[in-house]
Every structure is written in structure tokens, then in C-alpha cells.
């Protein structure tokens, strides 16, 4: 079992920056593809980006790409998540979570959380206007 703790969020004004880490420890996470999510009160994970098991393959949200950016050290075990130009809506619980094959599954969006097993405890990203 893979343990998953992230980190880095925090209350930032719109147009803001943050980068949130997410560090693995018990089952190794390099050969597994890994993935961003983020979630608000009684609404279900939304997926925000994934990245394959080298890293050379990404996938983001349309509500995030060309402003998320996600990457990896396999060397750390850390999957980091950069957020940028940051809107109110973008304030959530972020969360990463660890996939069982080498890359992300071809399914729509909506239907990735379901693919991914261990999850993190989540870090609040919070936005001001």
C-alpha cells in the first residue's frame, strides 16, 4: 500500500501562484501513473491533470490547461502540481492519488477518480477575489 501526503496549499489572491507536492512513501510510485484531483463540499473529485509513470505523458482538465502544470521525481517520489494564474473557482481540496498501470487510463474525465486507488488526505487551495 502506498501512502500519499500532500502539501503547499494555502490562501492566495487571484492571479496568484502555488505549487503543491505530493510525496509517497510504503509501495513505490515509479512505475505508476499519478494524477491531481481536487474536490469541494458535496461535490465529487474532479480530475484536474495526470501524468504517466516517466512522466513523458500529461493530461489536464480544460478548466486548468496552459495554467496547472504537473510533474515528477521519480528520484523523490514526489508528484508536484504548479498552479498559476489562480481564480476563486479553482479553490478546493486538492488531492493526488496513485494509478495501477504505467499510464493514465483512455476514459473521459468525469470517470478517472474511479481508476485511481490510493488517495492522498488532500491540501486546501483557497483563492481570494
Known amino acids: 500500500q502506498v501512502q500519499l501526503v500532500e502539501s503547499g496549499g494555502g490562501l492566495v489572491q487571484a492571479g496568484g501562484s502555488l505549487r503543491l507536492s505530493c510525496a509517497a512513501s510504503?509501495?513505490?510510485?515509479?512505475?505508476?501513473?499519478m494524477a491531481w484531483f481536487r474536490q469541494v463540499p458535496e461535490k465529487e473529485g474532479e480530475f484536474v491533470a495526470g501524468i504517466s509513470w516517466s512522466g513523458g505523458h500529461t493530461r489536464y482538465a480544460d478548466s486548468v490547461k496552459g495554467r496547472f502544470t504537473i510533474s515528477r521525481d521519480n528520484s523523490k517520489s514526489t508528484v508536484y502540481l504548479e498552479l498559476n494564474s489562480l481564480q476563486p473557482e479553482d479553490t478546493a481540496l486538492y488531492f493526488c492519488a496513485a494509478g495501477s498501470g504505467r499510464y493514465l487510463p483512455l476514459v473521459p474525465p468525469s470517470a478517472l477518480l474511479a481508476q485511481f486507488g490510493s488517495r492522498g488526505q488532500g491540501t486546501q487551495v483557497t483563492v481570494s477575489s
Open positions: 510504503g509501495r513505490p510510485i515509479t512505475t505508476v501513473a
